[in-house]
């Protein structure tokens, strides 16, 4: 391929692998669960005292039916907003609480020095996107939480029922991902903290990093740009 023929790729980590010479109009394309935001253990407890039926979703974990159904599902559903509403549909009994259920997933914090980097390269004029497993409602949510790193962002791209939810690690997923935002592939710089997505976009001819270390990620991005 023309790409291979281009540039000599280096490793710099089980899952990264970045062109050995800088590319010249770079396009940084980064997940949101685990890259972007973390998990806020408080505001989880937060949500979760807020939701109406707080002791009933408690005594379900003690029902071996509930965990099997909960465990079958969550194995086999990617996107975690999927999961929730299947839940609701399997036991509607919960659907008072699917608002309460959405804020507790999307409890989240922002990752500093990744939201440094982005606002760095924000400022040099870089494109930049989100490529991310998150649902819709899911994504309105941190929408309004966070307007200000959602601003940074040319283009977000997330899982909705209008596809089925089609979320990475499947090839549709990625393509539906380039075909939206008519990006070439070979420009893409991928930050995901999932190998086997970080593996399946390297066959799309992007390069990649794998977000392992949060104070780290900086310093492979600025050997870019």
């Given at each position: 391929m023309l790409f291979k023929n281009l540039f000599?790729?280096?490793?710099?980590?089980?899952?990264?692998?970045?062109?050995?010479?800088?590319?010249?109009?770079?396009?940084?394309?980064?997940?949101?669960?685990?890259?972007?935001?973390?998990?806020?253990?408080?505001?989880?407890?937060?949500?979760?005292?807020?939701?109406?039926?707080?002791?009933?979703?408690f005594l379900l974990c003690f029902n071996p039916y509930f965990l099997y159904t909960a465990a079958r599902l969550w194995l086999s559903t990617p996107v975690l907003e999927q999961f929730i509403l299947n839940m609701m549909d399997r036991f509607p009994f919960l659907n008072h609480n699917r608002q309460a259920a959405l804020q507790v997933a999307n409890a989240l914090q922002p990752i500093k020095p990744t939201i440094d980097l982005i606002q760095q390269l924000h400022k040099q004029g870089h494109k930049l996107?989100?490529?991310s497993n998150i649902g819709k409602s899911s994504l309105n949510i941190i929408h309004t939480k966070f307007p200000e790193v959602l601003s940074l962002?040319?283009?977000?791209?997330?899982?909705?029922?209008?596809?089925?939810?089609?979320?990475?690690?499947?090839?549709?997923?990625?393509?539906?991902?380039?075909?939206?935002?008519?990006?070439?592939?070979?420009?893409?710089?991928?930050?995901?903290d999932k190998p086997t997505n970080l593996s399946?976009?390297?066959?799309?001819?992007?390069?990649?990093?794998?977000?392992?270390?949060?104070?780290?990620?900086?310093?492979?991005?600025?050997?870019?740009?």
């Open positions: 000599v790729r280096k490793n710099t980590g089980s899952s990264t692998c970045l062109p050995a010479q800088k590319l010249d109009d770079p396009v940084f394309v980064f997940d949101l669960h685990g890259v972007l935001f973390k998990l806020d253990k408080r505001q989880v407890i937060k949500e979760f005292l807020k939701a109406p039926a707080k002791k009933n979703i996107y989100i490529f962002f040319k283009g977000v791209l997330g899982s909705t029922p209008d596809d089925n939810y089609m979320a990475k690690p499947e090839y549709k997923a990625f393509e539906k991902f380039i075909n939206t935002f008519d990006l070439k592939q070979e420009h893409i710089i991928f930050i995901d399946i976009a390297r066959t799309f001819q992007m390069h990649t990093v794998h977000f392992s270390n949060e104070n780290s990620i900086a310093k492979q991005i600025n050997q870019q740009i």
